[in-house]
């Protein structure tokens, strides 16, 4: 089992959608959960952190976190054609102390 | 403030080839990783230093791969000799202390292996 996984899509929405990106971790100790993005041939970038069970709102960004089911989610609302990049989640905390696991990355492509 | 600092951008070699990148981290950050991603897949850590000191380099291919952090600032990774499924984009970050609020990625050096 991997210890962070994602759908890999890709995921297609129109503009002005939500858009929903799924993360499962293996490691219940994991403590910290993060989500980034990353333009074609670009280097991820830190769109959003949460630490704690329930929802973190950013602009039109939502964390979700469910440490029961050790679940990651991020809503992306009123999803417009710049949102379209690969969506990477990462856990730290756990056997990842200090450091970031990412999971293999969702694809997102919103659609005029 | 000034982000992490990566060279080259491109670098393209032969196999059996060797080829060292490098890295300055953010001005005061601790920890510096090196990730590596192949297209397609998540980054992957290879090694983690704490000021000059390794953390993990668990996932570090050791027989091929070596890096160091001299003076807890600047660091380099190097490939000797380069495989084929080396081609991949490396990845620096860095840190404050560890790694609890995310970090900075540099730009990458993207490497081809032919």
């Known amino acids: 089992q991997k210890e962070v996984e994602q759908n890999s899509g890709p995921l297609s929405v129109p503009e002005g959608a939500i858009a929903s990106l799924n993360c499962t971790y293996s490691?219940?100790?994991?403590?910290?959960f993060f989500w980034y993005r990353q333009y074609s041939g670009k280097s991820p970038e830190l769109i959003m952190f949460?630490?704690?069970?329930g929802d973190k709102e950013d602009g039109r960004f939502t964390a979700q976190l469910n440490k029961a089911s050790q679940y990651v989610s991020l809503l992306i609302r009123d999803s417009q054609p710049s949102d379209s990049a690969t969506y990477l989640c990462?856990?730290?905390?756990?056997?990842?102390?200090?450091?970031?696991?990412f999971g293999q990355g969702t694809i997102l492509t919103v659609h005029p | 403030e000034a982000g992490v600092a990566q060279s080259p951008r491109y670098k393209i070699i032969e196999k059996r080839q060797s080829v060292a990148f490098w890295c300055n981290p953010i001005?005061?950050?601790?920890?510096l990783y090196w990730y590596q991603q192949i297209l397609g897949q998540g980054p992957k850590l290879l090694i983690q230093?704490?000021?000059?000191?390794?953390?993990?380099d668990s996932q570090l291919p050791k027989d091929r791969f070596s890096a160091e952090r001299l003076k807890g600032v600047d660091s380099t990774l190097k490939i000797q000799p380069a495989k084929l499924e080396d081609s991949a984009v490396y990845l620096c970050?860095?840190?404050?202390?560890?790694?609890?609020?995310?970090?900075?990625f540099g730009s990458g050096t993207r490497l081809t292996v032919v």
């Open positions: 970050a860095s840190s404050p202390t560890l790694a609890w609020n995310g970090y900075t």
């Open positions: 490691d219940r100790g994991s403590q910290s």
């Open positions: 949460i630490y704690s069970n």
């Open positions: 990462a856990v730290a905390g756990g056997t990842s102390y200090g450091k970031l696991t």
């Open positions: 001005s005061g950050h601790a920890t």
């Open positions: 230093f704490q000021n000059n000191g390794v953390v993990d």
